[in-house]
């Protein structure tokens, strides 16, 4: 019988090869000035299209949304005409592609973009930094503390939904399948919907059914762009860092996972943490958010290739993401195919930043190593 991972799956209309998914990783390698997507991304995300479907790296949708240097944006028309290179790549190469959609809010520094950060309430993020380029030796990034956010007003988050708007109509410009909606990982839409970074007295705080609300809205608004179908959302409710500690967050995600069933959303993402000592995400939850939420679930975060297979054939799952593997191995799944031997990231230098093909495109497929 064929492992769950090579089998196809109809994602909402989109055919996928597999159940293989590349997962939005942070490159830093977007042209200056105008964070605009390049030919050589291109490449990078032409090389991965064996994955039966790519989430590409954090996307700002306005200036004021960027908190890491040299991310590449999708407001701007220069912006636009480089994402097609990427997608048409990736077409090419017989895959598909979503643009996730990113606003950092709190998590970010004037060293960045020249603005205070925003977010939901005047809290700061503690012990958490943002990266800049300033020269440093190797090309490596130079990393600053993130600055007091100021709190947005109600317009300020009209504003935002509509970015994100904009954003998802760029993004069908640019020819992507669709876009996933960043609402994990600390960042803007995470900090409204916790309570320790939400202390707001209005319709966007106080009771989870308040928090999750500028999320809600900014789905409508997406959705109105380029469709609920093509509309997917990440969350993460076991990731803590960047002072995201909740008490409240797995009701919260829940709830929100119930709106996002009406809704008709594509698909709900978890990111998972993915360094040694990380907490697993719990059966019981797993179990739970099968049960509220029907549609497409996609798990991403240090998973094997057995234990995606396990999860697939229980059902819990219908797509897994994998980050570091297909960052060193553009045919990751050739290589699981083949039980071969995967490359290991052999420089850390070049994971954030980097304005050549060294530890970007040059790792090697395996017809090359043989």
């Avoid at 993915?274 to 029907?294: C, G, V």
């Avoid at 057995?306 to 994998?322: E, H, M, P, R, T």
Wanted: proline share 5%; charged share 25%; net charge negative.
């Amino acid at each position: 019988m064929k492992d769950p991972l090579f089998t196809s799956y109809n994602l909402n209309g989109i055919e996928l090869k597999n159940r293989f998914l590349m997962a939005p990783m942070t490159r830093s390698r977007a042209s200056q000035p105008g964070d605009v997507p390049n030919s050589l991304m291109a490449e990078y995300y032409g090389q991965r299209a064996s994955a039966g479907i790519i989430v590409s790296e954090a996307t700002q949708v306005s200036l004021q949304g960027k908190g890491y240097a040299n991310t590449p944006g999708i407001y701007t028309e220069e912006q636009v005409e480089g994402w097609k290179l990427i997608t048409k790549k990736v077409h090419e190469k017989g895959s598909s592609i979503f643009l996730q959609l990113w606003h950092v809010g709190r998590v970010s520094s004037s060293k960045v973009n020249g603005l205070q950060p925003i977010g939901p309430s005047i809290r700061s993020a503690r012990d958490t930094s943002v990266y800049i380029f300033d020269g440093a030796p190797n090309g490596d990034a130079t990393f600053v503390p993130v600055e007091e956010p100021r709190a947005m007003t109600y317009n300020d988050i009209q504003q935002v939904i509509e970015e994100f708007a904009t954003g998802a109509r760029n993004a069908r410009k640019a020819g992507f399948d669709g876009v996933e909606i960043h609402g994990a990982n600390g960042y803007l839409i995470d900090q409204f919907l916790r309570s320790n970074s939400n202390k707001r007295t209005d319709r966007y705080g106080g009771a989870s059914e308040n928090r999750i609300r500028f999320l809600m809205e900014i789905i409508d608004a997406v959705a109105g762009e380029i469709g609920k179908d093509r509309t997917g959302v990440r969350l993460s409710p076991f990731i803590t860092f960047k002072d995201m500690n909740d008490p409240e967050i797995l009701d919260t995600i829940l709830l929100a996972a119930r709106e996002l069933e009406e809704k008709g959303v594509c698909y709900i993402h978890l990111s998972e943490a993915d360094w040694d000592d990380s907490p697993e995400i719990p059966m019981d939850f797993r179990r739970d958010l099968r049960k509220i939420f029907q549609r497409t679930i996609i798990a991403t975060g240090k998973k094997t290739p057995d234990q995606a297979n396990d999860l697939l054939s229980d059902n819990l799952v219908d797509l897994v993401g994998f980050g570091r593997k297909f960052l060193a191995n553009p045919d990751y799944p050739r290589r699981v195919r083949l039980n071969a031997k995967t490359n290991e990231i052999t420089d850390t230098h070049t994971i954030f930043g980097g304005g050549s093909s060294r530890g970007y495109t040059d790792y090697p497929f395996l017809e090359d190593q043989i």
